[in-house]
């Protein structure tokens, strides 16, 4: 079904109103002759993942009577309006309080409400709005709702990638203080479970999977980031929702700003899902507010229908590139090769040994600025250190391009060190009461502040006019000691002007790793660093959660040193290869010291990933359902499903002696694939059986490959088979 929008106020209509050419009218409530019921609809998306918000109103605040798979096009909403209308029984009250796009305290409304507003001096209050208007264009929906000085205004738009996007805005005669708006309120399924996100440094993106109880789960990041804690994303599975089938919808809130939930079962039964800043975070009396594009998808096809239309949806819509056609370049980063210990002589031997493992981008991290020998100081003082650099860093980027590769920096401009020479010459610049804890020996910029914002536009674009500079590591190490909107859109305008004056610099999200990940970033950058570990065994697992949300092109994924430098571990060189080698592929690590089997592996999987990127980063990622909890597996699929690669991690000895027929998703049920094992000679020595794809090609329906699956040989923990598979006929 192709994005749209349609529906009409009958009583406007009635009255000569203009209509939209693409509008509809539908039918009215049974009150037909009063004319105070209207409904509204919006469908996106196509196939198993279409679908459509329907609303209507009664003459107050519209509410949700759909949110799910799309409707007949000829569906009476007025019919479907008036079969969701509740019964009353002893204990209630005489009329039941509306679960409208911003249920009214007001109202008598049970449960928490959709707006929290006060006078400028405090006293609270409690306004009635009244439905006034719906305001129409193709794909776009808004509908107007006013009370004495208020106007509350719900948005809805259908993007092309199948995600419906909402936003509620709030304008005032007289100045206001907020606590609390919601994004427009949905009405959760009956069934199923919530699934929600936790995480914390080095181990982001893990599943939370609970049932609905009565009373509100309440999840709120007020870190000034995203979080790691729980980032702003919430699935609702149906009863039996897998990877592959069944009910899920989803609701991602684009704001890097940290976020407030509330999944919540009122006392007759009914459910709401709020999403929208955190509490208080507008800190000063206004006359406009506004939420974040809480975005919403649907899928009839399981968990991998969703995680689908939202990476296509980042991909393609959200994340603007600086140059499309350009493949996504291989990175190397130095970071775990020497911290702060910056010698030209020592950094050109490594991009030297980089460039012949086949890296395209050499990145200098931390160390090169100020008097920045530790992370106790300098941030803040964006301009080389001559004492490690006494030519700038001219002479490591000519080195760097004379061997092929681009070159990018790190940077941390919303942070500053107490010791470093912007805070002694401007200590009102920080965010924050002057007595605060410090985090990372570091305090945060008040990018509220229209000089701040300057002084690091200047700053910034100063090395970026001197040197030829394509990508920048954009770092955010530290929580922030208040809880302010503006900071946030601060962010967001500093980054906006410096993609405007640099639209050729590519910018990564990082923040202490996986801080900062969500679609208001990605609006700024072009990639994200999941986590600060690089470990193996942790990747496999947070990528594979993170799929449900972020593309492979966006997702950051390094090949770190044999013992891991947050986990401790030793880890085979193929496996952490294979597993940097699902996402945007990179490494770091000091490269003078590889072995030499384990360069050859490095390389080798470099040439694999190069070779394959074309299609990959523009493909999907399918979950699979492993029968085998030791194993996390995902098939990519090509954009046309000509091609596929499987990843089959081995994270820990299976239970069973021989391993399980693993069912492969996302393919033709009647095409034909040849499929082939990249990697036999990873099988260990207690592989001793007669597997058939340890010596050659296989050749099988999508059916039999999804129903049956592929029996891979036996696996030591810490293995990632990896199978190529090619259309050769289609059905």
Not at 215 to 238: C, I, K, M, V, W
Not at 249 to 269: F, I, Q
Not at 302 to 311: A, H, R
Not at 330 to 352: M, P, Q, S, T
Request: hydrophobic share 40%; charged share 25%; net charge negative.
């Amino acid at each position: 079904m192709a994005s749209g929008v349609s529906g009409v106020d009958p009583c406007r209509a009635a009255a000569g109103a203009d209509v939209l050419p693409d509008a509809e009218a539908f039918h009215r409530g049974p009150d037909a002759g009063g004319c105070e019921v209207t409904e509204y609809r919006l469908d996106a998306g196509t196939g198993a993942t279409a679908q459509t918000i329907a609303l209507t109103t009664d003459g107050g605040i519209p509410q949700v009577i759909w949110w799910g798979a799309a409707l007949p096009a000829a569906e009476d909403l007025a019919q479907l309006a008036a079969a969701g209308r509740h019964d009353l029984t002893g204990g209630m009250l005489d009329a039941l309080p509306a679960l409208s796009l911003c249920p009214e305290a007001g109202r008598a409304f049970q449960g928490q409400a959709g707006l929290v507003l006060a006078t400028a001096e405090g006293a609270p209050l409690l306004p009635a709005f009244a439905f006034d208007r719906a305001e129409q264009e193709r794909g776009l929906l808004r509908l107007v709702s006013m009370a004495e000085g208020l106007r509350l205004t719900h948005e809805f738009r259908a993007y092309p990638t199948g995600v419906i996007g909402m936003r509620t805005m709030l304008e005032s005669t007289q100045p206001v203080r907020l606590h609390w708006l919601a994004a427009p309120v949905l009405p959760a399924p009956q069934d199923g479970d919530i699934i929600d996100i936790h995480g914390k440094w080095t181990r982001e993106f893990h599943l939370n999977r609970l049932a609905w109880t009565p009373g509100a789960r309440l999840r709120e990041a007020r870190t000034g980031r995203s979080g790691h804690e729980h980032p702003p994303y919430a699935l609702f599975a149906g009863n039996g929702a897998t990877n592959t089938q069944g009910e899920v919808r989803a609701l991602h809130y684009a704001w890097s700003g940290g976020h407030r939930m509330v999944a919540e079962e009122l006392p007759d039964g009914r459910r709401q899902v709020q999403f929208g800043n955190p509490w208080g975070a507008e800190v000063q009396a206004a006359t406009r507010f506004e939420t974040a594009e809480l975005l919403a998808a649907y899928s009839a096809a399981g968990l991998n229908g969703i995680g689908i239309t939202l990476q296509r949806d980042l991909r393609d819509r959200v994340v603007t590139w600086p140059d499309p056609a350009r493949p996504r370049p291989v990175h190397y980063n130095c970071w775990e090769a020497i911290y702060f210990d910056h010698k030209l002589a020592d950094l050109a031997a490594i991009a030297d040994r980089a460039a012949d493992m086949g890296a395209e981008r050499f990145v200098l991290d931390d160390g090169w600025f100020g008097r920045r020998d530790d992370d106790t100081t300098s941030l803040g003082d964006w301009s080389v250190d001559r004492r490690k650099w006494p030519d700038g860093l001219h002479p490591l980027i000519a080195h760097v391009h004379k061997l092929g590769m681009t070159f990018g920096l790190w940077f941390e401009p919303e942070m500053v060190n107490p010791d470093s020479d912007l805070m002694r010459a401007h200590p009102d610049w920080m965010l924050g009461p002057a007595d605060q804890v410090a985090g990372r020996n570091q305090m945060v910029l008040d990018l509220s502040r229209a000089e701040v914002r300057e002084y690091l536009f200047n700053a910034i674009s100063e090395i970026l006019g001197e040197y030829d500079i394509d990508y920048i590591k954009w770092d955010h190490n530290r929580l922030l000691p208040v809880v302010d909107a503006a900071q946030t859109r601060g962010i967001y305008e500093l980054l906006g002007a410096l993609r405007k004056a640099h639209p050729a610099v590519e910018i990564e999200s990082c923040a202490s790793g996986g801080g900062r990940i969500d679609a208001g970033i990605l609006a700024h950058t072009q990639r994200v660093w999941l986590s600060d570990s690089i470990d193996g065994i942790e990747r496999l697992r947070m990528q594979h959660d993170a799929a449900l949300f972020l593309p492979a092109a966006v997702t950051g994924s390094h090949v770190g040193a044999r013992r891991s430098h947050t986990a401790g571990r030793v880890l085979p060189m193929s496996f952490r290869a294979w597993v940097a080698a699902q996402r945007h592929f990179g490494f770091e690590m000091d490269l003078r010291h590889l072995p030499d089997d384990e360069a050859a592996t490095l390389k080798s999987v470099t040439a694999w990933w190069k070779a394959n990127r074309g299609w990959m980063m523009a493909g999907d990622i399918h979950r699979i359902d492993s029968d085998d909890p030791a194993v996390v597996a995902e098939v990519q699929v090509a954009r046309d499903g000509g091609r596929f690669v499987l990843f089959a991690g081995q994270e820990e000895t299976s239970v069973q002696i021989l391993p399980r027929p693993l069912r492969l998703a996302g393919l033709e049920p009647d095409a034909t694939y040849r499929v082939r094992l990249v990697n036999p000679d990873d099988a260990p020595p207690q592989s001793r059986g007669p597997n058939a794809l340890k010596s050659g090609d296989l050749t099988l329906s999508g059916r039999a490959l999804m129903q049956r699956g592929l029996l891979l040989p036996v696996a030591w923990p810490a293995t990632m088979w990896v199978v190529e598979g090619e259309r050769v006929r289609q059905a």
